[in-house]
């Protein structure tokens, strides 16, 4: 079993057999998730459209909640920064800060980090068998204004770290597909799926421009894989 819920910009809940995992909630709905299965909050970085204080609401509605975060949110937010937001010591001593390039057993199960090409981490997740990707903010961050250099060294920080992939199968990933790009919106999503061994890939990061699904349609590069991407109605809470 699973089932991929959107909730908003990079946030998604994924729920499987015997857990959820949830991904970088920023805004959005929650679905209800199932008590009697242990749930794993993710985020990736500390900005604040891929983390929310509020995911420790859940404390309250869910009997086993396990907190998977970036180190650079530990560094932003001290301990009593947390507490300060209602959330004691004891909660924060539990959290799973992690780093890149990095693997960690959490419960039941294996989460390894890549680094960002902006900020904080990317998430590779094997759980029941399957390897779950969230990129975070790891992307081809290539921009007009930027210098021809610059942007030559975002694309081969991003690569090195896509190739770290290489012979991974990824059953779900979820990708940076950012309009603000223009151009070269697709660059980094199209990278990736040419480069590694994806079956599904969820489009995110869109902020709420639902037009990048038939731009990546329309693109003649995107012909090999169009048919492992998930489809704009797939997308219910916006």
Same mark, same amino acid.
């Not at 294996?110 to 990317?122: F, K, N, P, Q, Y």
């Not at 790891?138 to 690569?159: C, G, K």
């Not at 994806?198 to 590069?221: G, I, K, N």
């Given at each position: 079993?699973?089932?991929?819920?959107?909730?908003?910009?990079?946030?998604?809940?994924?729920?499987?057999?015997?857990?959820?995992?949830?991904?970088?909630?920023?805004?959005?709905?929650?679905?209800?998730?199932?008590?009697?299965?242990?749930?794993?909050?993710?985020?990736?970085?500390?900005? @604040? *459209?891929? #983390?929310?204080?509020? %995911? =420790?609401?859940?404390?309250?509605?869910?009997?086993? !909640?396990?907190? /998977?975060?970036?180190?650079?949110?530990?560094?932003?937010?001290?301990?009593?920064?947390?507490?300060?937001?209602?959330?004691? @010591? *004891?909660? #924060?001593?539990?959290? %799973? =800060?992690?780093?890149?390039?990095?693997?960690?057993? !959490?419960?039941? /199960?294996?989460?390894?980090?890549?680094?960002?090409?902006?900020?904080?981490?990317?998430?590779?997740?094997?759980?029941?068998?399957?390897?779950? #990707?969230?990129?975070?903010?790891?992307?081809?961050?290539?921009?007009?204004?930027?210098?021809?250099?610059?942007?030559?060294?975002?694309?081969?920080?991003?690569?090195?770290?896509?190739?770290?992939?290489?012979?991974?199968?990824?059953?779900?990933? #979820?990708?940076?597909?950012?309009?603000?790009?223009?151009?070269?919106?697709?660059?980094?999503?199209?990278?990736?799926?040419?480069?590694?061994?994806?079956?599904?890939?969820?489009?995110?990061?869109?902020?709420?421009?639902?037009?990048?699904?038939?731009?990546?349609?329309?693109?003649?590069?995107?012909?090999?894989?169009?048919?492992?991407?998930?489809?704009?109605?797939?997308?219910?809470?916006?």
């Amino acid at each position: 079993m699973q089932r991929v819920s959107y909730i908003g910009h990079s946030g998604f809940s994924l729920e499987l057999s015997g857990a959820v995992l949830l991904f970088d909630y920023f805004e959005g709905t929650m679905p209800v998730f199932p008590a009697e299965k242990p749930l794993y909050v993710f985020a990736s970085h500390a900005h @604040r *459209d891929h #983390f929310n204080f509020a %995911v =420790f609401d859940l404390l309250r509605q869910h009997p086993n !909640v396990t907190y /998977i975060l970036s180190k650079d949110i530990r560094r932003k937010w001290s301990a009593s920064a947390f507490e300060k937001r209602g959330i004691g @010591r *004891d909660v #924060f001593d539990r959290i %799973v =800060f992690v780093k890149a390039h990095e693997t960690y057993d !959490v419960g039941g /199960i294996r989460v390894t980090t890549l680094d960002s090409t902006d900020e904080g981490v990317a998430f590779l997740v094997h759980a029941e068998g399957k390897n779950i #990707f969230h990129a975070g903010d790891l992307h081809d961050w290539v921009w007009d204004e930027e210098s021809e250099e610059d942007n030559r060294r975002m694309t081969a920080r991003y690569r090195e770290e896509v190739e770290r992939l290489s012979g991974i199968p990824i059953d779900i990933a #979820f990708l940076v597909l950012d309009p603000r790009q223009e151009g070269d919106f697709a660059r980094g999503f199209d990278y990736f799926m040419r480069h590694t061994d994806t079956r599904c890939a969820y489009p995110m990061h869109f902020w709420h421009d639902h037009s990048v699904f038939a731009r990546l349609q329309a693109l003649p590069e995107s012909e090999p894989y169009r048919c492992k991407v998930a489809a704009e109605e797939e997308y219910q809470n916006e």
